[in-house]
């Protein structure tokens, strides 16, 4: 990127194309590409609507969207505090190891501080070595004495 800005921004109702065109690339990216169900609608009231259910933030280089980071917010009961739910972290392929992640999770950093909210909680696939590599790098602790648990639509209609 030789010396080009990188920018993070609020996302908005215009961006909700490149915002689904990110999403599938982060779900090729994971490797599930079919699981992708979010549609442009259900975008724009879930995050644009009039209480929106989460947020994203954009990385941008010369006006280039080229990552983006979705989050919301959870409630630590043992903390009684806010937690942000960092959802997906995704920065183009071209775009990686020129510190675009880095730049997203700072600003992310800073809507911590701006809410009072206790920590960034976020999973990372176990393959995903170069992501824990990252994370490691910026300081997050990789916790592997829990598991992710989930109750799918399927399982819950049994």
């Not at 442009?40 to 947020?55: R, V």
């Not at 409630?75 to 960092?86: G, N, R």
């Not at 730049?103 to 992310?108: D, E, I, P, Q």
Request: net charge positive; with cysteine.
């Amino acid at each position: 990127m030789n010396g080009r800005n990188i920018s993070i921004r609020d996302a908005n109702q215009r961006d909700i194309p490149t915002i689904m065109e990110l999403i599938h690339l982060k779900a090729e990216f994971d490797g599930c590409p079919e699981s992708v169900e979010a549609t442009p609608q259900k975008l724009e009231i879930d995050l644009f609507g009039e209480k929106p259910l989460a947020f994203v933030l954009l990385a941008e280089v010369d006006g280039d969207i080229i990552g983006l980071v979705t989050y919301h917010f959870i409630y630590s009961t043992f903390l009684a505090k806010p937690v942000i739910w960092l959802d997906d972290l995704y920065v183009k392929a071209e775009y990686r190891s020129h510190k675009v992640g880095q730049a997203l999770m700072l600003r992310l950093g800073k809507i911590r501080q701006e809410k009072g909210c206790s920590r960034i909680d976020w999973t990372v696939a176990v393959s995903n070595e170069r992501g824990i590599k990252f994370y490691e790098r910026i300081g997050a602790k990789i916790i592997n004495k829990v598991k992710l648990c989930r109750l799918d639509s399927q399982a819950l209609s049994k």
